[in-house]
């Protein structure tokens, strides 16, 4: 079983529409939790960090659930500057590791007009 | 403010060969980080860095890597001998703190091939 699940995709919508991603994680003792943006050949930037009661910026809604180990990502009226992957990341979680991110596979999204 | 820099960006070497990949990170982050992204795989942690000193080195997959970070600044990777499975993007990633929440910023990464 991977660490981090996440649907590949792609997810193909049009502009203005809500998306949701979904992501769980096996590692019961991680205890930080991401939401990455990576453009074609790029590196990765942190789109939201995601904790425990769900957070929010602007178009974008995290939620995580650590009983089901289950991480959402919600974008409401999508921009065609939204097209990307989005790589749900959790952290290893224990003692010296907490640096030690883990990565899933990401999920495309192309927003089209 | 400069962001992780890294070099080359891309190096293409021959099987059997020895390269060096060099990552900068952001003045006065402690922490630095090396991953790997293998065709068709998901970004794989290497090792951690605090300062100087490796704090994880769990992710490094054999010998043949040895990661350096003399004066706890820049830090390199070197594969030796490079085999073909070592091929994909080589990113780094600094932070300023090691809480686990704090932001890793990502380099550019490195694309290596070996043929």
């Known amino acids: 079983r991977k660490e981090v699940e996440q649907d590949p995709g792609p997810f193909n919508v049009p502009e203005g529409a809500t998306v949701a991603f979904n992501c769980t994680y096996s590692n019961s003792a991680s205890q930080s939790f991401f939401w990455y943006r990576q453009d074609c050949r790029k590196e990765p930037k942190l789109l939201m960090s995601?904790?425990?009661s769900g957070n929010e910026d602007g178009r974008f809604t995290a939620q995580l659930n650590r009983a089901s180990q289950y991480i959402s990502l919600l974008i409401r009226d999508s921009k065609l500057s939204d097209s990307a992957t989005y790589l749900c990341v959790v952290n290893r979680g224990d003692g010296g590791s907490q640096g030690n991110l883990i990565f899933g596979k990401g999920t495309k999204l192309s927003v089209k007009p | 403010e400069a962001g992780v820099t890294q070099f080359p960006s891309h190096s293409v070497i021959e099987k059997g060969q020895t390269v060096t990949l060099r990552c900068d990170p952001i003045s006065g982050h402690d922490n630095l980080y090396w991953y790997r992204r293998v065709m068709g795989k998901e970004i794989k942690f290497l090792l951690h860095?605090?300062?100087?000193?490796?704090?994880?080195e769990s992710g490094m997959p054999n010998n043949r890597f040895l990661a350096e970070r003399t004066g706890g600044t820049y830090s390199t990777l070197k594969v030796q001998p490079a085999e073909l499975e070592d091929s994909g993007v080589y990113f780094c990633?600094?932070?300023?703190?090691?809480?686990?929440?704090?932001?890793?910023?990502f380099g550019p990464g490195t694309r290596l091939t070996v043929l």
């Open positions: 990633a600094s932070s300023l703190r090691r809480s686990s929440y704090n932001e890793q910023f």
């Open positions: 860095f605090v300062k100087e000193s490796k704090q994880d």
């Open positions: 995601v904790y425990s």
